[in-house]
């Protein structure tokens, strides 16, 4: 769907699991969702956060990946690894930055969201983003999102000195740029 | 009588629930064979009627597909609809009639159950009178089914007695809004909620309860609007409120009437529409000036300066809209705190304009549709009063009989059960209604159906109630017979039918005619489809206030609904009610109503000094007759947990996980902890869904609200001790049970 994004805001999330219930619905892998809701801290607060693959431009999963079996398309889309090349290391389990991949066992494979690449590639929108209540999970154009959300979105994170780009935005507050999660990005440091 | 043939378990190992949860054929193999078709229509669960395209090959229905062109919810579905598929090809689906053995249910074919079924009713109201036998209906039916049901009991049975489930759902917010606007509809369509400026939402668990509308009140915060929630509970939708106001249970009245308080002590009232547009201001200018925010704060636990700020925000606003939902309306006074809503918004003018206004949030699949066309005890077609001598009138002439020959009003649903109790009633005919899991004292409801002499149920599976049942017509799932629902905003909608009734099963009115026709009265139910039902109760609520008769399949199905009013063919319906600032009464004028502080019918003290709250989990709906069948709507919540407080459970050196007894004055449960700080440390919760020992509805009480009859279900007492042992379904490991 031209000019369609991917926008994971979870500030809007009410822990649902709409989204879940419906990946494990999809044509190619059915019964088993690739994606997943978790309470931040149920013992304290309601607050809880959907996880899909971001979708790297460079994909760490990939890179860690000792049997290069993990592919991305033309479109930018990140693929579960290659049934024949995978050796079910979880490498690329460890080493994804956002928590993704799922190695299942029962196949020795590698499974991950695909932003549902067989409903993108016929003009559909993928699955958890059409389906989310709260619309946490959103696929509509650029423009739409800038002009009804309060927040932004930004596909630049950084997680200590590793500053990773993605095809799936994060809505974050508008006053900021990219997403840090490490104090040491918010520190002056003197140049040694 | 009516005891249960068989050891419950027994029963639940021969019809369920057990849990489905896959697709005919299953996951892997025949389930990827495509879809026929897609079939467009909405989800059989609650209020929101979302629009779903179901999957059909076959006689099957295999799956789901988003329905993005329907207007309320874009394809939005919470994991209820996503799953709703499931409930058909289930293994636990009743497939012929039933009859009562002493070894239990045997199949019956249908004229052995449906003669057998007239023969009792008749010999029962010969012996005993026409009262003798009570209806219950469902608010999950289709508009044409209740209905139907209606004229059934008045026609066929001559019965006063018919009530519904709805009466567990949306009397209160109806009764106050005909007293404030002469109408029981929400004034607003939902596209209003984002235009607001202030969003308060009081007593509705929005995120679980009706998730859809999560995205219209994120929506209204995104323009700028600000979110005030009212709740014992933070519930989902408190993560993005502006201002949480965590009221104690029972108390919400106060709340309300000490922002108008404020509202009215620092002259932010609408005086101009004060003066043009209502009556009774004066008495509930004076009621309110008890509840200054101090006094007020000692009743509700909610700070003053929070009262004062939530008042401001209400009142400056422009555009404000109020929503409510069962946490304000499930009390013994919920008719008085849906009127307290009401006031607030008509002393500060919202009404009648663009984002501005009040709501109740429909509970039930037609909660909305089930009440206005007569198997409400009080209500003939078109909400029309049963004691009006022209409501009456009208009706009798379209029904073919005479005015008198329609009986008054019979008694309300927890009352039927109740002179079921004390033997007055001695027969019940019930459709799609569970009212061990979902009426209140669940013993004494246990205790009423085992001394039924004769007990019918139409339903698709053996709910608990219908272990007691006498004879089980098995009737039809939503998808299987077509009809209109009219959704939370009273948007009429088409439920389009997918596939026949599976084996021996039926479609409800059919089952409904040929009984009629066994009790002689065959010329007055002479349907051959749910079109011809429908194009009868165009006429019936013609002129009433829901009024249908400019609505047909055609039109809905061009439109994407119709909402009501809609009095011609040529008239295009009526999203948003009052824009010409006139109420339904004859004066026209909007009403304020007084609203009365009154106890709880189940105080707290002493001996039991905790508040018990109840009510419901995301991935289950109402008594879960059918989510308690779906395998991964179970794995989302499989068993009912209590919500304490830490401080709280500390208190009694409970621990997260722990077994709790829980003892209210009727009963006690064990249910394992959930220890969170998202509960006020005076109040537990409990979700309603499950059965027997896991019932919250075990604890509650019968307590009802004077007007609607409702009863009391979120404000209990009861006390809290941690439990020696785990109850006795969870000792042999096997949890995991629905």
């Known amino acids: 769907m031209f000019g369609y994004e991917f926008y994971v805001d979870p500030s809007r999330c009410i822990g649902c699991q709409s989204c879940v219930n419906a990946c494990a619905e999809c044509e190619t892998h059915r019964g088993t969702p690739m994606i997943h809701v978790d309470y931040l801290d149920r013992a304290n607060s309601i607050s809880t956060v959907p996880f899909v693959c971001m979708h790297c431009d460079d994909p760490t999963c990939a890179k860690v990946c000792p049997a290069d079996a993990i592919k991305k398309t033309e479109d930018g889309v990140v693929q579960s690894s290659l049934k024949p090349r995978c050796i079910a290391c979880s490498n690329c389990v460890l080493a994804c930055p956002f928590g993704i991949p799922k190695m299942m066992t029962e196949l020795e494979q590698m499974m991950k969201c695909d932003m549902c690449y067989d409903r993108t590639s016929e003009g559909k929108r993928p699955m958890c983003a059409t389906v989310c209540p709260s619309q946490a999970l959103a696929y509509v154009p650029r423009e739409q999102i800038e002009r009804m959300r309060r927040d932004k979105p930004t596909n630049v994170f950084v997680f200590g000195k590793q500053r990773v780009t993605t095809k799936v935005f994060m809505m974050i507050p508008p006053e900021r740029d990219a997403l840090s999660v490490d104090v040491a990005d918010y520190m002056w440091e003197a140049k040694t | ?738």
């Open chain 2, 1 to 738: 009588m009516a005891k249960a043939p068989l050891p419950v378990e027994t029963l639940i190992e021969r019809y369920g629930p057990h849990l489905n949860y896959a697709p005919p054929g299953g996951w892997r193999d025949e389930s990827r064979h495509p879809a026929d078709r897609l079939v467009k229509t909405h989800c059989c669960f609650c209020g929101q009627q979302c629009g779903i395209q179901l999957k059909v090959r076959g006689d099957q229905v295999i799956g789901f597909e988003p329905w993005e062109e329907f207007p309320f919810n874009k394809g939005m579905l919470c994991p209820k609809g996503v799953k709703r598929y499931l409930q058909a090809n289930h293994p636990d689906r009743l497939l012929d009639p039933l009859l009562r053995t002493e070894n239990g249910f045997r199949v019956a074919t249908w004229d052995e159950a449906l003669d057998f079924t007239a023969h009792r009713l008749r010999e029962i109201q010969g012996r005993h009178g026409k009262d003798a036998v009570a209806i219950y209906g469902g608010a999950s039916l289709t508009t044409e089914k209740s209905y139907l049901l209606g004229k059934f009991a008045r026609v066929a049975l001559g019965t006063r007695h018919i009530d519904y489930n709805g009466r567990l759902c949306m009397v209160s917010a109806g009764t106050a809004y005909k007293l404030a606007f002469g109408v029981d509809r929400s004034p607003i369509p939902w596209s209003d909620i984002p235009n607001a400026q202030v969003l308060l939402i009081a007593g509705s668990n929005v995120a679980e309860c009706s998730p859809i509308t999560t995205d219209y009140v994120w929506r209204c915060r995104d323009n700028g609007g600000k979110l005030i929630v009212i709740d014992p509970r933070m519930t989902p939708i408190t993560r993005n409120a502006d201002l949480y106001l965590p009221v104690r249970p029972g108390m919400d009245v106060v709340l309300l009437m000490s922002l108008l308080h404020v509202i009215l002590r620092d002259g932010l009232e609408d005086r101009e529409f004060i003066a043009k547009y209502t009556s009774g201001f004066e008495p509930i200018a004076e009621s309110v000036k008890q509840y200054d925010p101090k006094r007020a704060a000692e009743l509700t636990g909610v700070p003053p300066d929070s009262i004062e700020k939530a008042a401001h925000w209400f009142g400056e606003a422009d555009r404000a809209i109020a929503l409510h939902a069962r946490g304000i309306e499930h009390q013994s006074k919920g008719v008085e705190n849906c009127s307290a809503i009401i006031n607030l918004c008509l002393a500060t003018g919202n009404l009648g304009r663009e984002g501005a206004g009040c709501a109740m949030i429909t509970g039930q699949g037609n909660g909305q549709g089930g009440r206005e066309h007569g198997q409400k005890c009080d209500q003939l077609p078109g909400q029309r009063q049963i004691d009006d001598p022209e409501a009456r009138a009208h009706v009798a002439k379209v029904w073919g009989i005479l005015p008198e020959e329609i009986p008054q009003a019979g008694l309300s649903a927890q009352e039927i059960m109740n002179a079921i109790h004390a033997g007055e009633i001695k027969a019940l005919l019930s459709m799609c209604f569970n009212p061990l899991v979902s009426l209140p004292n669940a013993d004494f409801t246990r205790q009423a159906l085992e001394k039924l002499e004769f007990f019918g149920v139409v339903d698709f599976f053996l709910s608990e109630t219908a272990h007691h049942a006498d004879v089980v017509l098995a009737g039809s799932l939503q998808e299987e017979d077509e009809g209109v629902t009219a959704s939370v905003e009273g948007r009429v909608i088409h439920i389009q039918k997918a596939v026949d009734p599976p084996g021996n099963a039926r479609v409800d009115w059919e089952i409904y005619c040929d009984l009629a026709r066994r009790l002689g009265k065959e010329k007055f139910f002479p349907y051959k489809s749910s079109r011809d039902i429908f194009g009868e109760l165009r006429e019936a609520s013609r002129g009433g206030h829901a009024d249908y008769y400019g609505i047909t399949y055609e039109k809905i199905d061009r439109q994407m609904g119709v909402f009501w009013p809609c009095p011609s063919l040529d008239h295009p319906g009526t999203p948003r009610l009052f824009e010409d600032l006139k109420s339904l009464h004859r004066d026209g004028k909007f009403r304020f109503v007084p609203t009365p502080y009154r106890e709880s019918g189940d105080p707290v003290n002493e001996e039991f000094p905790v508040y018990l709250t109840t009510g419901r989990v995301v991935s289950q709906y109402l008594s879960g007759t059918q989510t308690r069948r779906i395998g991964a709507l179970v794995d989302q919540y499989p068993e009912p947990r209590v919500e304490i407080h830490p401080r709280l459970a500390q208190e009694h050196g409970i621990k997260d996980g722990d077994w709790v007894s829980i003892t209210s004055r009727r009963a006690e449960i064990i249910l394992r902890a959930m220890v969170v700080r998202t509960i006020r440390p005076d109040t537990v919760f409990i979700p309603y869904h499950w059965a027997g020992t896991k019932s919250a509805n075990k604890l509650t009480h019968r307590t009802l609200d004077p007007r609607s009859k409702i009863p009391e279900f979120k404000v209990s007492a009861c006390r809290i001790r941690k439990a020696p042992n785990p109850p006795e379904w969870a000792q042999d490991g096997n949890v995991k049970t629905s």
